[in-house]
């Protein structure tokens, strides 16, 4: 079966750093990407890792382990305005091809 | 560009009735998706088309759901006959060279 696994909540106050871990066991995988969601609002991408190792893309990084099946989303300098719900997804295959989608880890910023 | 253009944005229809949602995708993106997120299940797949051609509809739920994309701009998701359980947010999605772009969603509820 396909599966991913992350935290269903997140709390943290302005400033701070957070860390969304993602496991995932899939039948493909070519690679994973994060997608943020706020309350209302449609998935928007973040971040995409196809080889192992961190990308950053300014306050967000993502890092990726295939051997480990792991993944996760760094946040820095926490905004209110990143509370949101946070997916990460594992893309199975290249060319078209589908995302399979954990279940959402919704992150609360606080004052 | 515009993005994924979803209509309507709400939708407020009575058990047995038909539902129709739409969707055009951003132009040149030869990949389209169909989800649903609701609460219990998060976000799933429904089905998936790739120039125009049906690829994948394991994920509709059943033979009520049809989806049809009769030219690269334009699809459509079909429920007959509603039932209250059909109450979430579909959204369309069209892909990109890494990412999904999505839709700002149909928020759709059968009372």
């Known amino acids: 079966g396909q599966s991913l696994e992350q935290p269903s909540e997140v709390t943290a106050v302005e400033g701070a750093i957070v860390q969304i871990n993602c496991t995932y066991q899939?039948?493909?995988?070519?690679?994973l990407s994060w997608y943020q969601q706020h309350d209302g609002g449609a998935p928007t991408f973040l971040s995409y890792?196809?080889?192992?190792g961190l990308e950053e893309t300014g306050r967000f990084s993502s890092f990726l382990s295939r051997s480990d099946s792991y993944g996760y989303l760094l946040l820095q300098e926490l905004q209110m305005k990143d509370s949101a719900s946070y997916f990460c997804a594992v893309r199975e295959g290249s060319g078209y091809s589908t995302l399979t989608f954990g279940k959402g880890t919704m992150l609360l910023v606080s004052p | 560009d515009a993005g994924v253009i979803q209509s309507p944005r709400h939708e407020v229809t009575e058990m047995g009735q038909e539902v129709t949602l739409r969707c055009k995708p951003i132009s040149g993106h030869n990949s389209l998706f169909w989800y649903r997120q609701t609460m219990m299940r998060g976000l799933e797949l429904l089905i998936y088309?790739?120039?125009?051609?049906?690829?994948?509809d394991s994920g509709m739920p059943e033979d009520r759901f049809s989806a049809k994309m009769p030219n690269a701009s334009f699809s459509t998701l079909k429920i007959q006959p509603s039932e209250p359980r059909d109450s979430a947010v579909y959204f369309c999605?069209?892909?990109?060279?890494?990412?999904?772009?999505f839709g700002p969603g149909t928020r759709l509820t059968v009372t």
């Open positions: 088309f790739n120039n125009n051609v049906p690829i994948d």
């Open positions: 999605a069209s892909q990109g060279p890494y990412e999904q772009y």
């Open positions: 890792n196809a080889l192992d």
């Open positions: 899939t039948s493909g995988f070519y690679g």
